[in-house]
């Protein structure tokens, strides 16, 4: 059976920030990049908000660097993931989609968290062409312009609300007649003079091509039947993420959505010598940069457990 004193499950910002710490600090970490090598930011266009490329840079570049920078100080980059894991003792003992066994004196998760999606031939097509899921990460891009945002909680009126500060208009499309968000957050979208609420709706079809990107969507009244199409530059989906936690049941303590519980300001979990770093414990903040640093806080907090145990 192969040991590892640290093995990282899940790649992108936090996974492969864990993995430089770990490196560097001589452990020679082990990381599973899993079934989406390099995390969400791999099917980014261009990324402009993340300290140190001041002209921007492509997700899938930016992770290329990260990855790179890791293996430079000893991270053995595995394709793959890690589908099991049994942590009721130590060392643990985690299985891989092939079936091989590595027993690990410590663990990090770094799974990340998946978009929920409206299931829509047309999202798919036009997404990083005006189709996003992150109004923080995108919303710059369409200053002065008007778009459009799906949801009904917290997560799609905020995203209206920040999007209201930057854009011409925003449309927000709801298939109740009443939105999900706490009150205060409701007050502040309905008075605000540059959301326009689209009620009992859903999304037909997002309009646009390879070209232009996307250039407005038909929508439909669930009640009347009636469509109406919008001219918009940008298409938010704001229903919610789903962490990458599934594997876990049973192992880690989470929380009610399913993302890790962490002993803030560590990256503790429950079970002492399994640490967890970036979108998989964050339902909030979910930013390339936070999740980076989460993973240098695991690695840190890894190497001091080593260091007492």
């Known amino acids: 059976m192969e040991h590892t004193r640290c093995l990282i499950i899940g790649s992108g910002p936090a996974g492969y920030t864990a993995g430089i710490y770990t490196g560097r600090a001589d452990l020679h970490p082990l990381l599973y990049e899993g079934g989406q090598p390099g995390g969400q930011l791999t099917i980014t266009t261009e990324i402009e908000n993340f300290p140190g490329y001041p002209q921007g840079i492509s997700g899938t570049a930016m992770m290329a660097d990260l990855k790179a920078q890791a293996q430079r ?9 890690i589908e099991k894991v049994d942590f009721s003792k130590r060392p643990f003992i985690c299985k891989d989609d092939h079936g ?3 027993e690990a ?3 990090i998760i770094a799974t990340g968290a998946s978009a929920r999606w409206l ?18 990460c995108d919303g710059y891009f369409y200053k002065g312009m008007d778009v459009a945002v799906v949801g009904g909680g917290d997560t799609a009126c905020e995203e209206a609300n920040y999007l209201s500060t930057l854009c011409n208009k925003v449309y927000l499309i709801h298939r109740r007649n009443e939105l999900r968000a706490s009150k205060a957050m409701q007050q502040r979208v309905l ?5 326009e609420m689209v009620w009992d709706s859903t999304t037909e079809e997002i309009c646009g091509d390879d070209l232009d990107g996307v250039t407005g969507a038909n929508l439909k009244n669930v009640k009347t039947g009636e469509t109406r199409h919008i001219d918009i530059a940008g298409f938010f989906v704001a229903i919610g993420h789903s962490p990458n936690t599934a594997f876990l049941e049973g192992q880690v303590e989470l929380d009610e959505q399913g993302y890790i519980r962490v002993a803030n300001p560590s990256s503790a ?7 967890a770093a970036g979108d998989v414990c964050d339902p909030n903040y979910r930013q390339a940069i936070v999740a980076a640093g989460k993973g240098c806080v695991a690695a840190m907090d890894v190497e001091r457990f080593l260091q007492n145990n």
């Open 73 to 81: 100080f000893g991270t053995e980059v595995r394709q793959g993931r």
């Open 100 to 102: 091989n066994e590595i």
């Open 105 to 107: 004196e410590t663990v």
């Open 119 to 136: 299931g829509i031939e047309s999202e798919k097509r036009l997404y990083g062409q005006g189709v996003s899921a992150c109004a923080t």
């Open 191 to 195: 008075s605000n003079p540059k959301i």
């Open 269 to 275: 979990t429950n079970v002492p010598g399994v640490f």
